[in-house]
């Protein structure tokens, strides 16, 4: 198993001595004391079951971390299967809003420039020969080149 020895607690004497006090007076309240047992023998034997109390701890708890690490680590694995695959349709969007590059250049764009000048220039209505062209060209350019990829 895991490093059983990388936890180590100690107690201090004054500790031990009052939780013994308090044992041995609960002891005394409830059962009085065991014949023939001296004060030495129930120490031991109380530092023995806080010993093996604490030994079931240490094994609770090396199960509980090693349960924690492999619940990270099946997450972790989550987390980068997500990020590859949000890269690759990140990167699959980001080309198919991009369009399609006619040589290095916007498409349509003198169509786009005329319709503009017709607008500052016309009304909107006297513009259809101008939208018209523009249709045509965003239809064979960009719609058509799309349909190829």
Excluded: H
């Excluded at 090693?66 to 997500?82: K, P």
């Excluded at 500052?120 to 060209?137: F, N, P």
């Amino acid at each position: 198993g895991a490093e059983q020895n990388a936890f180590q607690v100690t107690i201090s004497e004054e500790l031990t001595d009052q939780v013994l006090t308090d044992l041995k007076s609960k002891q005394q309240q409830g059962e009085g004391q065991i014949s023939g047992e001296t004060e030495e023998d129930q120490r031991r034997k109380m530092k023995e079951q806080y010993e093996q109390k604490l030994e079931e701890w240490r094994a609770w708890n090396v199960d509980r971390q090693a349960g924690l690490d492999a619940r990270l680590d099946r997450l972790n694995a989550n987390f980068q299967d997500l990020m590859v695959e949000i890269t690759y349709d990140s990167g699959k969007l980001e080309r198919s809003w991009k369009g399609p590059e006619v040589s290095g250049q916007t498409p349509c764009i003198d169509a786009r420039a005329n319709l503009m000048s017709c607008f500052k220039e016309k009304s909107g209505i006297s513009c259809e020969d101008t939208v018209e062209a523009l249709e045509r060209c965003v239809s064979t350019t960009i719609v058509g080149n799309n349909a190829q990829s």
